[in-house]
């Protein structure tokens, strides 16, 4: 996996500047506990920290080719690369069939002479999840690459002379040259549930979209897409489209289970994760070897279930069912309120998202999980994606979420009280101008929506939702299992989202998606001689969350300082009768999962402008 960071200045020599190198690549040893390094050249400095998952002994970085540069004793390239090329070994048999040499089993070395070997289009035969920062001394070019889903992070940071960069937004804020502010756009980024790509709520910093690359050279920086979804007829039948999904996976899974280190599967019980886990199992039989499953639970939880509209039954028994129909050996890791409340794991989860993104409990939640796991392995897989490619969101069928002029999720979320304005005052919401924002997202994602001709309206709205849902809705998904996995240096692989899978099946007509009726018929077709039928036929649940009205009490005394103190930076955009509102509805039960949510992520937004020292400019009604 790894975490990678550096600097491009043309207009000062930054081999004097590597205690501030160092500095920045110290804040990603998390990313990478196994090893770290620096290189520094006079107009380019890379960091590196290391998880070693391939080539343990080797694969150092930041890499250097073995073919000198324009310069003596330089290298003609060097890279810093962070996560996993699931087609590296036949890559590095094209390679050497073309002449090249390799003194590693590593993919990073891979990804080095490809580019030697192709130039900037070496990206188009890449296939992983990859953050990818690549300085060629005689171009004097840097070449900033992130995979086409964005799985793996990446940031950027343009300054005067150049750029900062970096796996998480903390190795840039590491250097003197960032400063770490927000106006009313990064507050309306922090407000709304969606990922915009190549926006951060950090003033003046930028994210990699997924499937670009960006050049940085004396001429400026240049931003360059590789790869989009792509609208094309689907012409097999049903039985050829079952069949296509399942070849798919059979070939993905297996390639992502490629490691030196110990791999586990993520195991809920519901149909995605199941499916990854049943092939994962599969896979490891064939040598011999049973698979190690992990799912999270709560005390008490599966005793006292109450169902509700998104979590209609409880994981526990399903994950145990699977695992004993795959033959893996399965731990369920139990949690309860305490630590769910512990306030240095929160603190962790912030510092590990450095954003103010955040899923209630689930992040938390999340995290532990992971942290649990990586006493066992190293790697876990994970269904995460599968909704999204598949369809299986409510938004996808709902008449009032087919019909909104605005993102599905945030109408869906507003009618159970995940909206802004039920806790910020009116005036600050509309001086930001929040809802001609979102608006302005939402017709620049679907101006972006590739069409078919002759699709009816039903069929074109159906892309639409698809579209959106897998570069707007996925994308934070993706920052949260990316985020709380590493903050544990876990490595979390995604089977999901290998691009071949989601091109295919982004075509496939709605009507075949639910052929039976059911959410992801499709995919449910596919896995069916893999899983018992109560999995097969299991409704979706959401991923866990505690059931515990005194887990709210204690949300509400956040939101409560917030909105109270006079020091705190939300204080005065909180209306204080709407959390009083609040706080008196979990004196008699416990709030929606919506509002749960909401709160949260206000706590969560006050939290980061305080943690961060965040400079406030040109908000209404702050006190800058």
């Not at 960032?178 to 709520?201: N, Y």
Request: with cysteine; net charge negative; proline share 5%.
């Amino acid at each position: 996996m790894c975490g990678i960071t550096g600097w491009v200045d043309f207009t000062r020599d930054l081999t004097h500047e590597a205690p501030a190198v160092e500095a920045m690549t110290r804040t990603l040893i998390a990313r990478g506990p196994d090893a770290g390094g620096t290189w520094l050249d006079t107009h380019a400095a890379l960091g590196h920290r290391r998880l070693a998952i391939i080539d343990l002994e080797h694969g150092t970085q930041p890499m250097r080719t073995t073919e000198p540069g324009p310069r003596d004793g330089l290298p003609r390239a060097v890279i810093s690369y962070g996560g996993e090329i699931y087609n590296f070994r036949e890559l590095r048999e094209e390679l050497v069939l073309l002449g090249h040499r390799f003194t590693t089993r590593s993919d990073t070395e891979v990804a080095l002479r490809a580019y030697l070997q192709w130039g900037a289009e070496f990206v188009q035969r890449l296939n992983g999840m990859y953050a990818i920062a690549l300085w060629d001394t005689a171009r004097e070019e840097l070449l900033l690459v992130r995979d086409r889903l964005g799985v793996k992070p990446l940031f950027y940071h343009p300054t005067s002379g150049g750029v900062l960069f970096g796996s998480e937004p903390k190795a840039i804020l590491a250097n003197p040259l960032a400063q770490a502010a927000a106006g009313a756009e990064e507050l309306c980024d922090a407000l709304l549930f969606l990922r915009t790509p190549g926006r951060v709520p950090f003033r003046g910093m930028h994210e990699v979209k997924p499937g670009h690359l960006v050049r940085i050279g004396r001429d400026g920086i240049r931003e360059e897409r590789y790869w989009a979804l792509e609208s094309r007829p689907h012409t097999d039948d049903l039985r050829t489209t079952i069949a296509t999904v399942r070849d798919l996976l059979d070939d993905i899974v297996p390639r992502q289970m490629v490691a030196d280190v110990p791999l586990v599967s993520l195991l809920s019980g519901g149909l995605d994760s199941s499916t990854v886990t049943a092939l994962a199992a599969r896979t490891r039989a064939a040598s011999g070897a049973q698979l190690s499953t992990f799912s999270v639970d709560f005390t008490g939880h599966t005793e006292n279930f109450q169902a509700d509209a998104i979590r209609p039954t409880p994981d526990g028994p399903y994950a145990l069912e699977v695992a004993r129909h795959v033959g893996s050996d399965h731990h369920a890791i139990v949690l309860d309120r305490a630590r769910l409340l512990d306030p240095a794991v929160r603190r962790t989860v912030l510092g590990a998202w450095d954003l103010p993104f955040n899923f209630a409990d689930l992040d938390v939640s999340l995290y532990l999980l992971f942290a649990a796991v990586r006493e066992h392995a190293t790697v876990a897989l994970s269904g995460e994606g599968a909704d999204e490619v598949f369809g299986g969101y409510l938004w996808f069928s709902d008449p009032g979420a087919r019909s909104a002029e605005t993102f599905p999720w945030l109408k869906l979320g507003a009618h159970r009280g995940l909206d802004p304005r039920n806790l910020f005052h009116p005036w600050f919401v509309d001086g930001i101008d929040l809802a001609e924002y979102q608006a302005d997202l939402y017709r620049t994602a679907l101006a972006e929506v590739p069409h078919l001709e002759g699709e009816d309206a039903e069929a074109r709205r159906t892309r639409e939702l698809g579209y959106i849902t897998l570069t707007r809705w996925l994308p934070i998904l993706l920052d949260k299992k990316d985020r709380m996995g590493m903050a544990s240096s876990l490595e979390g692989r995604v089977p999901f989202c290998d691009h071949r899978l989601v091109e295919y099946v982004f075509n496939v007509p709605w009507e075949m998606k639910t052929f039976s009726g059911e959410e992801k018929a499709l995919l449910r077709a596919a896995a069916a001689d893999l899983l018992p039928e109560s999995v097969l036929r299991r409704k979706k649940a959401a991923y866990p969350s505690i059931q515990d009205p005194a887990y709210d009490r204690a949300l509400i005394t956040g939101l409560a300082t917030a909105a109270g103190e006079g020091g705190a930076p939300l204080s005065p955009f909180l209306d204080g009768d709407a959390v009083r509102r609040l706080t008196a509805r979990t004196s008699t039960g416990s709030l929606s999962e919506f509002e749960r949510i909401l709160v949260e992520s206000t706590v969560r937004l006050d939290d980061w402008l305080r943690t961060y020292e965040i400079e406030l400019t040109d908000v209404k009604g702050s006190v800058c």
